[in-house]
């Protein structure tokens, strides 16, 4: 069965301080695709990155960077010099190919205190 | 990606009543769904809005509570019937697009006295 995992319930951090949110899959598909998305509190889920299951480059977006890892199912997040804009809940979600349907972690809320 | 926006923003009703949510797409867009987000939860996936057919509704979710419409490629409702404060969330829409990633509307704040 298809798992997603956010042990991260919340997390504060001091602005200008690097964070990694961690996300851990199960999933018995070879073929899926990973997802991050920034909920602030407006409540509207902002996308952020897709990965497929067969490119394991990182990735780097600004300030953001995301480390995925077959070997240990883990897709995670870092915020590099985190900002207090960048307090939200950030969601993991995992999507068999083919789907469309997504099965989503319990999010991490993160805080950053100036 | 997609623009989408939802009606109403936010809204506050009384048990008993019903609540019908739009959710609008500036494109034509095959796959739409709509989902519940209980306070402080996660995000649940309600149904798949098919167009010209019923929708597909998930494991907890039956159409008599929660009747969806989409009429068209570029627009859905989602009705919240008989509401009971239990149906206090928020509400999302989203739209599927290249590969298999979700664009998701405003969203739908909804509280139930």
């Known amino acids: 069965a298809q798992k997603v995992t956010q042990a991260q319930t919340e997390i504060s951090v001091v602005e200008k301080e690097d964070v990694t949110l961690d996300c851990v899959y199960e999933?018995?598909?070879?073929?899926?695709?990973l997802f991050w998305y920034k909920q602030p509190p407006s409540g509207e889920l902002v996308f952020l990155i897709r990965?497929?299951?067969?490119?394991?480059q990182n990735e780097i977006s600004g300030r953001y960077s995301w480390n995925f890892q077959k070997s240990t199912s883990s897709f995670n997040f870092t915020i590099t010099a985190s900002q207090v804009v960048d307090s939200a809940v950030y969601f993991c979600?995992?999507?068999?190919?083919?789907?469309?349907?997504?099965?989503f972690g319990t999010g991490t809320r993160l805080k950053v205190l100036a | 990606s997609a623009v989408i926006s939802q009606k109403p923003s936010r809204d506050i009703c009384q048990r008993g009543t019903s609540l019908t949510i739009q959710c609008q797409v500036d494109?034509?867009?095959?796959?739409m769904f709509w989902y519940r987000q209980q306070p402080g939860q996660s995000l649940t996936l309600i149904a798949t809005?098919?167009?010209?057919?019923?929708?597909?509704?998930e494991s907890g979710f039956v159409i008599d509570k929660f009747p969806i419409s989409r009429p068209n490629l570029t627009f859905s409702t989602l009705t919240v019937s008989n509401m009971s404060p239990e149906d206090s969330s928020i509400y999302l829409c989203?739209?599927?697009?290249?590969?298999?990633?979700?664009?998701f509307g405003p969203g739908t704040r909804l509280l139930v006295l």
């Open positions: 999933t018995r598909d070879t073929t899926y695709y």
């Open positions: 809005a098919n167009q010209g057919s019923e929708a597909t509704y």
């Open positions: 990965r497929n299951s067969f490119d394991e």
């Open positions: 494109s034509q867009v095959t796959m």
């Open positions: 979600a995992l999507s068999e190919q083919g789907t469309y349907k997504y099965i």
């Open positions: 989203s739209v599927g697009q290249v590969k298999e990633t979700q664009y």
